[in-house]
């Protein structure tokens, strides 16, 4: 395969981080979004915490 750096990169965000989250999130962490949410509407600065889940579910 061809990969530029870009598409490196963003397949190892997206897929091969070992830290990186797979399948549900925990009740705990959905409380924990609502809440994040409720407080801080979109512009949350603690969504870089979060960052960890994969965002291809």
């Not at 870009?6 to 999130?25: A, E, H, I, T």
């Not at 409380?31 to 409720?38: I, M, W």
Request: glycine share 6%; with cysteine; hydrophobic share 25%.
């Amino acid at each position: 395969l061809n990969r530029t750096g870009k598409s490196c990169r963003l397949r190892w965000v997206n897929y091969l981080r070992p830290d990186l989250k797979r399948g549900r999130m925990t009740p705990q962490e959905e409380s924990l979004v609502l809440e994040l949410h409720a407080r801080w509407g979109n512009r949350s600065p603690y969504s870089l915490s979060l960052s960890t889940q994969s965002h291809t579910y």
